[in-house]
């Protein structure tokens, strides 16, 4: 499994509700539940193909890490002068009962217990 933690372009979240007249009028009142979650990352190297990865981001920025696992799509190819760079694109779902589940932090961030 390849990790990614860097590059990020875009992340997008969304409400799963969807809108429209063919919608199922059984599930019309529904409450919205959890959320889908795209994200958008540049590589200067491709994936293999079919390569899943994992996927270290901070939505809020807070230093709540969320992780992801999953394949990326490949949705373009950028020149960058004459160096080439690959857009990927990772969506998933996030479960309500993910929504406040977080990463724990590495090591060397966790508080250090006081003695006494």
């Not at 059984?26 to 491709?46: I, M």
């Not at 390569?51 to 807070?62: H, K």
Request: aromatic letters at 8%; a negative charge.
């Amino acid at each position: 499994m390849i990790d990614v933690s860097d590059g990020f372009t875009d992340i997008t979240v969304g409400q799963d509700a969807l809108a429209g007249p063919w919608r199922d009028p059984l599930t019309a009142a529904r409450v919205p539940t959890g959320a889908q979650v795209k994200l958008s990352f540049v590589r200067r190297l491709p994936l293999p193909a079919h390569a899943a990865v994992r996927i270290r981001y901070d939505l809020a920025e807070n230093g709540c890490e969320r992780e992801a696992h999953g394949v990326p799509r490949l949705q373009n190819t950028i020149m960058d002068g004459e160096e080439v760079c690959y857009l990927y694109t990772l969506t998933y779902w996030l479960a309500p009962q993910a929504v406040m589940k977080f990463c724990a932090a590495p090591a060397s961030d966790q508080p250090l217990a006081m003695a006494g």
